[in-house]
């Protein structure tokens, strides 16, 4: 068993975690402050194939496998994790668009994704339903040759900002067989948005509430076929976990390199503080915890792109250990920054931050247990 990265993935994490390092870490505190992010970023991200990671190359996108993708990820985090975050929740909704949509949906708007001229959102939760998306109940009536939506988002990260939105609403009765996919372009006539919401973390990333009031987008918005939205957005998710557990293990990564950097340098009783054994046991412990989580993470990455009957199973326990993991880590390096990594100069405690909302997006980490819980009784039989 081989856990070694190939030459090629070793040079895609160069690759991004270089573009991270230059563009993105010494503006993420501006960008915090600011809470946005300039779209300019995103062209640049584009060019270098980072707007379609995992859509195919008959799309025009990279076409990487979901273990190269985690790599990209992990890297980009290591600078700001609600920058890295943020262009996880594009590649989902360009990644449906590839595998689910018809051709003129691919022409329209999966390519302007991929070259992130289009910057798209992905609205799936609901004020009423949160773990449970099934409930969901933004409805689209079929009028004519138009769907006519009615219902609100909510948490919904860059409403407001994104050109395009991914909208699971439904079509049908109740239940996730009444529930479709649609694309509806920032500007449509009935669609709006609610204030910024005051987030604990997170703070470059504009999340609203996004609302429908009879907004009119033609049924040739429709993503594949009508019926099958909640399949088509449970399938993205697991993909979306391995993301943000990517986000976590290198933010974590980033927090515990700064500590050992403090460490090595803050003098306490006539030496450095790395020289203490129990504070050397805390800094071992994280380091144990991280490279496990890595290799979890990874093992979940490999078994999805090798659609391996468990996957789905893998990537809920990899969501749920490398998330905790992550907020553990950069939790743990705070405390031995001491009263400085709580202020916002040493950037521990923004890390804190953006890090904790990682256990419950995607699916909270008790549902993560659920799906463990529900795998292992069906193994049982």
């Known amino acids: 068993m081989d856990f070694a990265l190939t030459e090629e993935q070793t040079l895609i994490y160069d690759m991004a975690k270089g573009f991270a390092d230059e563009h993105i870490a010494p503006f993420a505190a501006e960008w915090e402050a600011a809470g946005t992010v300039p779209k300019e970023l995103w062209g640049k991200m584009a060019e270098l194939g980072f707007g379609g990671l995992y859509v195919s190359e008959k ?40 595998k689910f949509a018809n051709q003129h949906v691919v022409d329209t708007w999966l390519k302007p994704a991929v070259n992130m001229e289009k910057f798209f959102a992905y609205a ?25 939506l009615n219902g609100s988002k909510a948490f919904i990260s860059g409403a407001g900002y994104a050109d395009a ?25 009935g669609l709006s948005f609610g204030g910024l919401e005051k987030k604990m973390g997170w703070h470059a990333q504009e999340t609203r509430q996004v609302q429908f009031d009879d907004c009119k987008i033609p049924t040739t918005n429709l ?29 974590a990564q980033t927090a515990l390199t700064k500590t050992l950097e403090y460490m090595g340098e803050r003098q306490a009783f006539g030496k450095s503080i790395d020289q203490f054994q129990a504070l050397q046991f805390r800094l071992a412990d994280m380091e144990i915890e991280l490279q496990a989580a890595r290799t979890f993470l990874r093992q979940a990455a490999w078994k999805l792109d090798q659609g391996a009957p468990d996957a789905t199973k ?34 521990i405690e923004k890390l804190v931050r953006d890090l904790r909302v990682h256990e419950i997006l995607e699916g909270t980490n008790e ?13 049982r039989g």
């Not at 549902?367 to 193994?379: G, K, Q, T």
């Open 59 to 98: 799309n025009g996108g990279s076409g990487l496998t979901r273990l190269d993708a985690t790599l990209v990820f992990e890297a980009l985090s290591s600078a700001c994790p609600a920058v890295a975050a943020w262009l996880s929740i594009h590649n989902m909704c360009a990644a449906m668009l590839d």
């Open 223 to 251: 993503v594949g076929e009508e019926g099958r939205g909640f399949s088509y957005a449970m399938a993205g998710l697991d993909g979306g976990r391995l993301n943000i557990s990517s986000c976590s293990l290198g933010a």
């Open 165 to 189: 939105y991914v909208v699971m609403c439904r079509t049908g009765g109740d239940g996730p067989k009444g529930i479709s996919t649609v694309v509806v372009d920032n500007g449509t006539g």
């Open 367 to 379: 549902i993560m247990r659920m799906i463990v819980a529900r795998n292992l009784l069906a193994e």
């Open 314 to 347: 893998f990537c809920a326990m990899a969501k749920r250990f490398v998330t905790e993991t992550g907020s553990q880590v950069a939790n743990g390096c705070l405390q031995l920054h001491g009263g400085y990594g709580y202020l916002a100069d040493y950037g």
């Open 124 to 148: 799936l939760t609901e004020p009423g339903s949160g773990s449970d998306a099934a409930a969901l109940k933004t409805r689209a009536e079929l009028v004519g040759n138009e769907y006519v």
